[in-house]
Each structure stands twice: as C-alpha cells, then as structure tokens.
C-alpha cells in the first residue's frame, strides 16, 4: 500500500455580504493571533497556547495556530511574518457536505468561532472531484486546511490522504481496456476484448438505471407538492433520504466497476472525457438539468477515485460518436430504439446491437487506437515536503497560487 495526499481546492462561491464580513473577522483576529504569538517567540504550543487562548477564534483555528507558531520559531527560524498567512484549521474543524440535486452541490462548514460557523457554497477544482469524493464517503481522511482571499474570491485548501495500492509495472500495450459507458438508462455498462478481439464479458447495471430514475421522479414529483405548501423543511429532508439512497446505488454499481475490473488480466478503465462532455452539453435547458441531477460526474468520480484505491489504471478518451459508430465497421449509425444499435452498413456482420455495449467496446477501443489522457494519481505527496514549504514564513497568497491544486481552474 502506498499512502498518498494531496491538497484540494474548492472556490467559495459569492458570500453574501454578512458572510464576507464573517470571513474577513475571523482572518482578521487570525492575524492578529498569529502576530503576537510570533512576537512572544512561543516555540511550544503550551506557549502558544497562553497567546491565542484570549482571540475570538474557533477552537479549531486556535488549535493550528498552537501547533504552527512553534514550527515558525524553531524548525524554520523565521525572522518576521509575512502579509495574509492563510487561516488555518485543524482537521476536525471543516465539515464538507454534497447536495447532487442542488445547483451547486457542494457546501462546506468553516468555523468563526467557538459557537458560530459559516455553511458557504463551493466549487471543487472539476480535475479534483475524485479526491473530493473519496472525502465525502469517508475513504479518505481529511487533514488540515486553509481558507484565504485572492483577488476578491475566496478559497479553502483542504489536505487529504488514502491508502492505495501499488501500481503494476505493465506497460500500457500489456494492458486490457475495459470501456465503461456511463448512461441514464442503464446506469453502467463495462466490456472488454477477449485475446481474439472478440467484444467479451459485457456487464449492465440497468436496474439500477431504472432504480435511480424511479428515485428521482418521486424526488421531483414531491418536490413540486411540497412547495406549493411551503414546506421547505420537509422538502430538504425528503430530499436527503432519497439523494442518499441513489448514492448507495451509485457506491454498489461502482464496487462491482472494481469486482469487474478486477477480474480481467492488466486492467484499465477508459472512461470518457468530462472536459469533452461539457464542451458539447447543449441539449436545451431539460436535458441539462436532468444530466446534471442525475450524477454522471458523481459516477465518473467514485469510479475513479475507487480505481485508484485499487491500483487501476484509468485513462479518458474523447466521448464523441462512441454512441453513434459501429463498433465492428465504424460506420454511424442510429438507435431505433433507446437499447439498440442499428448499423447502416449492409456490409456489416453486426445489424443491430446492445447499444450501451456497443459504445463501451467504442470506448475501450479509442485507448487502443492510442488517443487517451492519462487519469493516473501518481504516488508524490503534495502537501508533505510542499505543505512543509507552504508552512513557512512566505506562506503567503502568492505562494498559494504554486500549488498544483490550482492550475487553470482558479482562474
């Protein structure tokens, strides 16, 4: 097993302005605590501790400050302190929660102080999701985090560390694609090619298609009643039942991805590529919305971060015609019905087809024609020997801009 960690982003989204100015408060008396136990050269947390005890803090930011003073003084000898030091929390103290029927899904809890905390909504970095999932269903432990301003937008970096397993040595010619066709109507299906090239061991979950969208109906069918009446509070705790039972659904299927996976020599997982997928997402206001509740991200992401777990392999291909090509001839051809396939080639041996097999074998095939992006985590540590760096005194906004976690995202 090898232990991996890595620090995520998520971008607060638009406090309102009492939000923002509880923000501003609480970096406010941080820096003020900081300073003055920097300046009282603490270099034990009991020291520390006898400084930062009076501020109006969270128990949980008091608790960083005593354990970060003392790393200052005396393992980094820092003469002075720098501007804006981001307000650091022990890992007990941020609370992450996921709405998938929500607009924005994400929301996390930063403390303000001792009996006061701030539910924010949040953006994660979409490159990140796996991680960030991995942290919601508790196989992955949350270490500490970070909530600073840049250019007038917020942010919260959050540490998290999993076991995985170790990757094989087998080189990627070695390897067997699996493809794995994400859908609303069967919700996964998974197929590989047999040593012969023969499509083999196709595996549908459609069942649970049909459970997630039994489910959703009668979320948005009672939706609509209870609102008519005002009763938000039942709606959202309605809504939690039935968005909980779906992601158990989505955490069975996705076990059994890995069931699957497991039982093909040198697998990889080839999904398609979400970047793709959002580029080309135009289906009108309805279609979207039912793409967006029904958890195709979700999905990708608990494969993903799972696959890791596990020492898999998953690489992403471009998702385009892998629904619409003959996956024999490579002809386009059409879906007379929502399950099958019909080729329009005459010359073709297929006819017609299980359509979500069909675009799995599309799928595992484009890794082998050699047009895949890697989705591997590799086995560094980003907030280790990094987190150490950050920890110094340039700890700064502008050194939080260097992290990986940022990228083209925090733009």
């Known amino acids: 097993m ?24 609480t970096r406010e008396a941080y820096q003020h605590a900081l300073q003055d136990a920097f300046d009282a050269e603490c270099t034990s947390q009991t020291e520390a501790n006898d400084v930062v005890v009076t501020y109006d803090l969270s128990g949980y930011a ?27 929390f022990t890992n007990e103290g941020l609370r992450i929660d996921h709405k998938p029927e929500n607009a924005i899904e994400w929301c996390v809890k930063i403390p303000h102080h001792e009996d006061y905390h701030l539910w924010m909504p949040a953006q994660p970095n979409p490159d990140q999701r796996d991680w960030l999932e991995a942290l919601n269903a508790g196989d992955a432990e949350m270490g500490e985090s970070q909530l600073f301003e840049r250019d007038g937008t917020w942010y919260l970096h959050v540490t998290a560390t999993r076991d995985v397993e170790e990757r094989s040595k087998v080189s990627s010619e070695e390897r067997t694609p699996i493809g794995v066709d994400i859908g609303e109507i069967s919700l996964v299906t998974v197929c590989h090619r047999d040593d012969h090239g023969s499509p083999t061991g196709p595996e549908l979950w459609a069942d649970e298609g049909k459970t997630v969208r039994q489910l959703r109906k009668t979320y948005f069918t009672a939706k609509r009643r209870l609102q008519t009446r005002g009763s938000e509070r039942i709606v959202e705790s309605f809504g939690d039942d ?17 069931e699957y996976a497991e039982s093909v020599k040198s697998p990889v997982l080839v999904l398609e590529d979400l970047t793709y997928i959002r ?40 998702p385009r015609n892998t629904s619409k090509e003959c996956h024999a001839c ?4 059409y879906r007379p019905r929502q399950a099958t396939f019909k080729c329009t080639n005459d010359a073709c041996w297929m006819g017609e087809y299980q359509a979500d097999v069909n675009g ?52």
């Open 2 to 25: 090898t232990e991996l960690t890595k620090t995520l982003e998520l971008k607060l989204v638009e406090p309102n302005a009492h939000k923002r100015r509880k923000l501003r408060e």
């Open 62 to 88: 008091k608790n960083a400050l005593k354990k970060y003073v003392p790393q200052l003084t005396t393992t980094y000898n820092a003469a002075e302190l720098h501007d804006d030091h981001p307000v650091r």
């Open 242 to 258: 039935l968005w909980n039972q779906i992601d158990d659904v989505f955490h069975r299927v996705t076990r059994e991805v890995m």
């Open 279 to 318: 580029e080309s997402m135009d289906y009108g206001d309805f279609m979207n919305r039912r793409l967006h509740g029904w958890g195709f991200a979700k999905l990708h992401a608990q494969i993903r971060y799972k696959a890791v777990e596990k020492g898999i392999t998953v690489e992403t291909v471009n």
């Open 330 to 333: 490579g002809e386009v051809g």
């Open 360 to 411: 799995a074998i599309n799928i595992a095939d484009r890794y082998l024609s050699g047009e895949s992006h890697s989705r591997e985590h590799t086995d560094c540590n980003d907030s280790a020997e990094d987190w150490g760096r950050l920890t110094a005194p340039q700890d700064t906004q502008a050194d939080a801009t260097q992290q990986e976690t940022l990228g083209t995202y925090a733009s």
